[in-house]
């Protein structure tokens, strides 16, 4: 929640189209995630702000899709973020990640 409280006035301002989900786990976020690729098809990429495991389910979950996935890092380790050299300040994230019109956090 801090890291979106973060992000959340850059998306307000910049006027981005979005639709959030908050998740209580990792296999939780999947199944968000899963139920949205069925609902909604005019979906141009997923956002996680999560950690490594909330990625790796996310990321199982569109794999088979073209839907990008961009990463906030908001875990304890960020292993996965840092390997790919994504900023872990929430604000320099959004900005690596470029702003898209219809993006789901």
């Given at each position: 929640m801090k890291t979106w409280?973060?992000?959340?006035?850059i998306?307000?301002?910049?006027?981005?189209h979005y639709k959030v989900e908050f998740?209580?786990?990792?296999?939780?976020a999947a199944l968000l995630v899963r139920q949205y690729m069925i609902d909604h098809d005019k979906m141009t990429a997923f956002v996680i702000?999560?950690?490594?495991?909330?990625?790796q389910s996310v990321a199982h979950e569109i794999a088979e899709s073209n839907i990008p996935l961009?990463?906030?890092?908001?875990g304890s380790g960020n292993d996965l973020a840092r390997g790919l050299h994504i900023p872990l300040n929430a604000k320099k994230a959004l900005e690596y990640l470029g702003?898209?019109?219809?993006?789901?956090f």
């Open positions: 409280k973060r992000i959340e006035p998306l307000h301002y910049r006027q981005v998740s209580d786990s990792p296999s939780h702000v999560g950690g490594d495991g909330t990625i961009g990463i906030i890092p908001a702003l898209a019109e219809h993006i789901a």
